[in-house]
T-cell receptor
């Protein structure tokens, strides 16, 4: 079955540590996205990528980094520079560029900083 | 700029109708609608492109008023399974990369 997988589902991190969230898709989609979700604030775009080896900052990129070395994979690193990293992180993909393409979401990773 | 959704929350009895609105201060090229159950991933409902065409399936439909820069989602004869948080995602003309800006969400609860 095609889809998007994110791991782990729950992640706990100590303050000052970097952590990497995994996102893999087997839908053969070109575009991939990372969102952060906080209660009452909807989805906010962190980074997005339209093609392998290329990515752009979203609205809240500070304290995060990404890579897109393979079409199927778009990992997100939450660095120690991110001041308030506790949140629900969602990865999504779409078949191509253009906002007339629906986005498919993964199940999410809930990150808690202790 | 983030679109504004209204109402923020609504409680319905099974069989009742609801309308959720999404308004933007900027011109729009398209509007997406998604539904998210608690703790789960958002699920795509529909896309509306500029032109005002009303789209939908079964008892959920939507309209897009390009001139007013707003979209409305119509839920008819609501079912328990309609409960969740509804998000609109907006795209602006000449936007590169398919970026969407999502509203803050509308929480819908359908009671028996």
């Amino acid at each position: 079955d095609g889809g998007i997988t994110q791991s782990p589902k729950y992640l706990f991190r100590k303050e000052g540590q970097n952590v990497t969230l995994s996102c893999e898709q087997n839908l053969n989609h070109d575009a991939m996205y990372w969102y952060r979700q906080d209660p009452g604030q909807g989805l906010r775009l962190i980074y997005y990528s339209q093609i392998v080896n290329d990515f752009q900052k979203g609205d809240i990129a500070e304290g995060y980094s990404v890579s897109r070395e393979k079409k199927e994979s778009f990992p997100l690193t939450v660095t120690s520079a991110q001041k308030n990293p506790t949140a629900f992180y969602l990865c999504a993909s779409s078949i191509g560029q253009g906002a007339n393409n629906e986005q498919f979401f993964g199940p999410g990773t809930r990150l808690t900083v202790l | 700029q983030q679109p504004v959704q209204s109402p923020q929350a609504v409680i319905l009895r099974e069989g009742e109708d609801a309308v959720i609105n999404c308004s933007s201060s900027k011109a729009l090229y398209s509007v997406h609608w998604y539904r998210q159950k608690h703790g789960e991933a958002p699920v795509f409902l529909m896309i509306l492109l500029k032109g005002g065409e009303q789209k939908g399936h079964e008892k959920i439909s939507a309209s897009f008023n390009e001139k007013k820069q707003q979209s409305s989602l119509y839920l008819t004869a609501s079912q328990l399974s309609y409960s969740g948080t509804y998000f609109c995602g907006t795209d602006q003309p000449y936007n590169q990369g398919g970026k969407l800006i999502f509203g803050q969400g509308t929480e819908l609860s359908v009671k028996p």
